[in-house]
T-cell receptor, first 113, second 111 residues
């Protein structure tokens, strides 16, 4: 285990649903990240939080809404998703923003029907 | 165009054989290069990290090399095992806090 947990591991939702992904890190890190991983494509960085403050938002559609209530928890709120949003969503943490080493959670496999 | 290109996209090798994966990058300025292993249904796990001044680093049967002049890296797997079946991802760190990911090489080790 990497010290980063994600729930749920699998999620199927309709385009009109609202759901949330949860990430928790037990490493005492100060930075957390959301990535999207689609088949045969590089990981896409979505959001970066440093000390609970969002420091990066890579042109992600507003139907994805992140929340970082404290340095150990990160959420990704989902609403009105599209089928092309189906992917593996990975959470990661690092000691600080820009640290060499990122520790990844197991991911949430999201299917939008 | 992605600044980190990995090859091959996939490969199949027999258990016990060696293989080498390639990573070419154009990221500049260069800070560090990491190789991750991602098992099916799991998140990536770091194998090696190299900075500009390092040209080789080993982690068990995994050996990574880096040529910062030609902007190339390789990951060599020695005496492959079934548990080596996974996707191997090259990640290049550029200016502070910015990383570029390769699309990964899918390795399948067969008995």
């Amino acid at each position: 285990e990497t010290g980063v947990t994600q729930t749920p591991r699998h999620l199927v939702m309709g385009m009109t649903n609202k759901k949330s992904l949860k990430c928790e890190q037990h490493l005492g890190h100060n930075a957390m990240y959301w990535y999207k991983q689609s088949a045969k494509k590089p990981l896409e960085l979505m959001f970066v939080y440093s000390l609970e403050e969002r420091v990066e938002n890579n042109s992600v559609p507003s139907r994805f809404s992140p929340e970082c209530p404290n340095s150990s928890h990160l959420f990704l709120h989902l609403h009105t998703l599209q089928p092309e949003d189906s992917a593996l969503y990975l959470c990661a943490s690092s000691q600080s923003e820009g640290s060499y080493e990122q520790y990844f959670g197991p991911g949430t496999r999201l299917t939008v029907t | 165009k992605n600044q980190v290109e990995q090859s091959p996209q996939s490969l199949i090798i027999l258990e016990g054989k060696n293989c080498t994966l390639q990573c070419n990058y154009t990221v500049s300025p260069f800070s560090n290069l990491r190789w991750y292993k991602q098992d099916t249904g799991r998140g990536p796990v770091s194998l090696t990290i190299m900075t500009f001044s390092e040209n080789t680093k080993s982690n068990g049967r995994y050996t990574a090399t880096l040529d910062a002049d030609t902007k190339q890296s390789s990951l060599h797997i020695t005496a492959s095992q079934l548990s080596d079946s996974a996707s191997y991802i090259c990640v290049v760190g550029g200016s502070w806090g910015k990383f570029q990911f390769g699309a990964g090489t899918q390795v399948v080790v067969t008995p």
